[in-house]
Structures are given as C-alpha cells and as structure tokens.
T-cell receptor, first 116, second 112 residues
Framework: AQKVTQAQTEISVVEKEDVTLDCVYE???????LFWYKQPPSGELVFLIR??????QNEISGRYSWNFQKSTSSFNFTITASQVVDSAVYFC?????????????FGKGMKLTVNP | DTAVSQTPKYLVTQMGNDKSIKCEQN?????MYWYKQDSKKFLKIMFS???????INETVPNRFSPKSPDKAHLNLHINSLELGDSAVYFC???????????FGSGTRLTVV
C-alpha cells in the first residue's frame, strides 16, 4: 500500500522567514512519482512539482526548493523568504506506476500561515 | 479554455435528494478520477476510469455511481444524499502518471 505522511499539520511564520514542509512516503513500486500541490484559500489545487523516483536531484524554482532523498523516503519542500501569498494548505502526494497504483495518494496536508 | 471543468461549482441540497456533478476534460487524456476532500482537508480517491472503464473503486458507498459516457467525461451521481456527503469533490484527468494530473476547480457540495 502507498502512504504519504506529512507530520506537521499547521505552521505559522512571520513574513521573510524560511519554512520547510516535511513529507515522508511509503511505496513498494520501484518507479513512482512524487508531487507537491498548493491549495490557497480560494480552494483550487495548484500543481507545484512532479519528481520521478530516479531523479534525486534537488530542484529550485524561485523561492521554492525541493529535497528528494530516496534513502530516507522523504521529499521535503522549502519556501525561502516566505510571503503572505504563500499562506495555503500544502499537500505532498505519491503515485505509483503499477496497475491499480496509478492514482494520487495524498498526505493530510499542512496549513501554512504567513503573517505580515 | 479550461482543461478540466466541473459543474456546478457549488451545490446545496437537502438530505435524501439525488444530485449529479459533471466533469469534462479537453486534454485528450485517457484516465479520469474523482477525489473527495472532507472537512479536514483530507483528499482521497473515489473512482478512476480509463477509456470509459472503471479501474479503481475505493470502497465508496453504493449511493455514489460514476458514469463515463466517453473518455472526455466522467460524471458523479449521488443518491439519497446524507449530511456526511458534504465535501468538496474534485475531478482530475491524466495521461499516465509520468505526465502528471490535472485537477478541476472542485465542486463544494453542502447537504442540509
């Protein structure tokens, strides 16, 4: 069975602070994909990143960066110099590639509040 | 042009009613999904269809019946609505996990 754990449920920071969102996953698939989604107060799911299990390079996109470590089954997300607009619920998700596992399994989400 | 569109965006109805939510994708994807997001924000898959065929049914009550008339549409019909069905329902489509998933904007269902 596939499982995603986001241990933090809620974090509150002050603008310009850096914040890291943790994600730990479990899967038996050798090939799988990891995702991060943002859900702002307006409710839509905004895709942030997709990473396959064979690509352990870290990725940076502006203030966002992701650290994928297969050895610890983690795919952590860091926001540098947070802004109020970053306030949202963030979901880590996993999708396998074997029959029946080609579906997104989400973590429970982490609510980030960035205060001015 | 919206890639995955759901209608309606909001639905308020009384207990015991039957209602439908429609989903259409114009991406040419083969696979479509319904996800439910409960009041605690937990997102869980309900159904998945590939080329009009049901491939995933995740222990959803029989009152929920998906229907896929063609691969671009996946509708969700709910019979005898209960208070606990109140949630946000998201439709999504995919052309294989490696290419990611595209979500609709969600339908907020409130049962009173």
């Amino acid at each position: 069975a596939q499982k995603v754990t986001q241990a933090q449920t809620e974090i509150s920071v002050v603008e310009k602070e850096d914040v890291t969102l943790d994600c730990v996953y479990e899967t038996r698939d050798t090939t799988y994909y990891l995702f991060w989604y943002k859900q702002p107060p307006s409710g839509e799911l905004v895709f942030l990143i997709r990473r396959n299990s064979f690509d352990e390079q870290n990725e940076i996109s502006g203030r966002y960066s992701w650290n994928f470590q297969k050895s610890t089954s983690s795919f952590n997300f860091t926001i540098t110099a947070s802004q109020v607009v970053d306030s949202a619920v963030y979901f880590c998700a996993l999708s396998g590639t074997q029959g029946g596992s080609e579906k997104l399994v989400f973590g429970k989400g982490m609510k980030l509040t960035v205060n001015p | 042009d919206t890639a995955v569109s759901q209608t309606p965006k909001y639905l308020v109805t009384q207990m015991g009613n039957d209602k439908s939510i429609k989903c259409e994708q114009n991406l040419g994807h083969d696979t479509m999904y319904w996800y439910k997001q409960d009041s605690k924000k937990f997102l869980k898959i309900m159904f998945s269809y590939n080329n009009k065929e049901l491939i995933i049914n995740e222990t959803v009550p029989n009152r929920f019946s998906p229907k896929s008339p063609d691969k671009a549409h996946l509708n969700l019909h709910i019979n005898s609505l209960e208070l606990g069905d109140s949630a946000v329902y998201f439709c999504a489509s995919s052309q294989g996990t490696s290419r990611g998933y595209t979500f609709g904007s969600g339908t907020r269902l409130t049962v009173v």
